[in-house]
């Protein structure tokens, strides 16, 4: 394994670095207040659209997608593209200036993938040009989501269009106002194999019978604009051309979905620590108590320490799964891609807690990011499986290399 970034990465990087220094950070606590504001739930802050112009011209659009998507693609691989994800996400909403936002990343992922020339046209070209947003709709409140292979909703097919019938939540992006499409996933065929009752679909979100219930917040944070919504599908009915690659191929997709999506989620995870790390630092430097500086408590230096120590590990673990993917594939690199997501919300949750400790007061309040931060770390030890269920599947897949014993 080589970590050493090519002149074209670290060049991107310092552009990368310098456009957050000349146009996010400055209007940082503009953006967060509008977000934060009720009277502007579920509204787009003005500058967001002059903002990603900008990103465009500055030619850092659509990092994200590996390199081996071709004429779509900038070209890079997932070990490039970690660190420049990684400074995204010192600033939570801004991915989607760079166009590097979930759920969008991954539905691009899914229709580059696998989808037809018509839903390519129809639908990622909108979406890598920036003009609409995207939902994805999964997890579901009747049922233990965790385990893919228990959602209920139904996709039946009549004629030439399916039928949907189902309740989903915490279906990313879909309260956002520039929302047009939802990839959808249920069952086609609840009686053939387990891995094989899955479908998946695209689902425009005017269509008759999708109705958004309410938004769902987590904490108190709404994540305006795009937010986590509740939906009901009513006998919503769409064209067969619609699905996504055939029947029954839907975990299949799924997995091919989750793996870059989670490993992205880690990369913006080191970012959010990273950080917090360096807030926490500033903090130490300029508060006195009980006399004496706080970066001269031996308590506190243990903390910092301990901070940086944890990020440089979690962040070679993401390097180091980020490799794996690009020389082996996805479906190889799967123990690995476990470990950090496993690893990463747990170690940022720690340091950021330790940030906000030393920030006192301030660190929970609305003027530093911290709270958000934790909020956004704490959610990702659920989003794209669970703790446990990587747990579960890491360990089976130790025991099997290590013995003999049938799983």
Known sequence: MNFEYSENIIALQEKLNAFFEEHILPVE??????????????????????????AKEAGLWNLFLPKSYKELSPGLTNLEYAPLAEIMGRVLWSSEVFNCNAPDTGNMEVLAKYGTKEQQEQWLQPLMNGDIRSAFLMT???????????????ITRDGDHYVINGRKWWSSGGMDPHCKIAIVMGKTDPNAARHLQQSMILVPMDTPGLKVIRPLSVFGFYDSPEGHAEIVLDNVRVSKENLILGEGRGFEIAQGRLGPGRIHHCMRLIGMAQRSLELMSERAAERIAFGKTFKDFSSIRQEIALSQCEIEQARLLTLSAADKMDREGNKTSKDLIAMIK?????MALNVIDRAMQIHGGKGVGPDTPLAHFFVAARMLRLADGPDEVHMYQLGTSIIKKYTKTSI
């Open 342 to 346: 496993i690893v990463a919300p747990n």
């Open 29 to 54: 606590k503009e953006v967060t207040a509008f977000n934060y504001d009720p009277k502007n739930l579920w509204q787009r802050w003005p500058g967001m659209e002059p903002l990603k112009e900008k």
């Open 140 to 154: 579901e409140p009747q049922v233990a989501s965790s385990d893919a292979t228990n959602i209920e909703t139904s």
